[in-house]
């Protein structure tokens, strides 16, 4: 199987470091090829590069770009500027700079037990209710920040993203709050009609910054991961 790590960043430099410890700790993680696409012109791109060379990786590519629609189409329009370049993996995992992976072991398992060419997507859907005002539920809607694709011509629903956010600036009946691309990521892969595979990342994934049983920890708190990798490590 040949698997991509596609990382997304806008600043995270001191994260990426992290990435490359936990990366070279792990067999699985290294046998996959890096793809590092940063939409931030002014971000310390020597530091970058070389904290890069450090992944004990088979290929690594970078992207430095100054193209940047915002924080909510961010991902569809970094993920569609490089998908022909994806065909040739089996599947691409997208995440952020700082979500760790700490352990590779159940994404292995989630990776195995789904045959690229029947699943189309691997991810989490966000908990409907929590931190919903009472008696609201949210539509379906999937976490951005780590999820996993079959890059197949057919699953771009990337491609989309301009008309996307033209047509649906706002949540409905909510003028006042922002379409995410949680949301973009729900509706479009029913809108395609894709086969989309459950990521067990618990009640809550990202939302409370928590180690999650898939194995990784979407933490914005360095300190605290740090002390993590420290006791852990």
Same mark, same amino acid.
């Given at each position: /199987? ?9 600043? +995270? @430099? ?9 990366? =070279? ?16 012109p ?14 004990? *990786? ?10 940047? *629609?915002?924080?909510?189409?961010? @991902? ?8 022909? &370049? ?12 700082? @979500? ?17 060419? &029947?699943t ?11 931190? /919903? ?10 976490a ?18 301009? +008309? ?9 009946? +909510?003028p ?11 509706? +479009?892969? &029913? ?15 990202? /939302? ?10 979407h ?7 740090? &002390?993590?990798?420290?006791? =852990?490590?």
């Amino acid at each position: /199987m040949k698997v991509l790590l596609l990382y997304t960043s806008h600043r +995270q @430099v001191k994260e990426l470091k992290i990435a490359q410890f936990l990366y =070279n700790k792990d067999p699985f993680l290294k046998t996959m090829d890096i793809l590092f696409h940063c939409n931030n012109p002014d971000i310390d791109k020597y530091a970058v590069t070389e904290i890069l060379n450090g992944f004990e *990786s088979p290929n690594i590519g970078t992207i430095f770009t100054s193209v940047n *629609s915002g924080a909510n189409t961010g @991902v569809a329009e970094a993920i569609n500027s490089v998908y022909d &370049q994806l065909a040739d993996y089996d599947y691409v995992i997208h995440l952020h700079p700082d @979500v760790f992976i700490l352990s590779s072991e159940k994404l292995q398992q989630a990776l195995e037990s789904n045959d690229p060419e &029947q699943t189309d997507f691997i991810a989490w859907e966000i908990n409907r209710e929590y931190g /919903m005002p009472p008696g609201k539920r949210r539509t379906l809607e999937y976490a951005s920040d780590f999820f996993i694709f079959s890059p197949k011509e057919r699953n771009n629903i990337f491609k989309d993203y301009v +008309q996307y956010w033209t047509d649906n600036p706002h949540i409905q009946g +909510q003028p006042g709050a922002n379409s995410g691309c949680e949301r973009f990521l729900g509706y +479009q892969t &029913q809108k395609y009609g894709l086969n989309v595979a459950y990521l067990d990342r618990g009640l809550y994934g990202g /939302m409370r910054t928590e180690l999650e049983p898939l194995g990784i920890w979407h933490c914005h708190n360095l300190r605290q991961i740090e &002390q993590y990798l420290h006791r =852990n490590f």
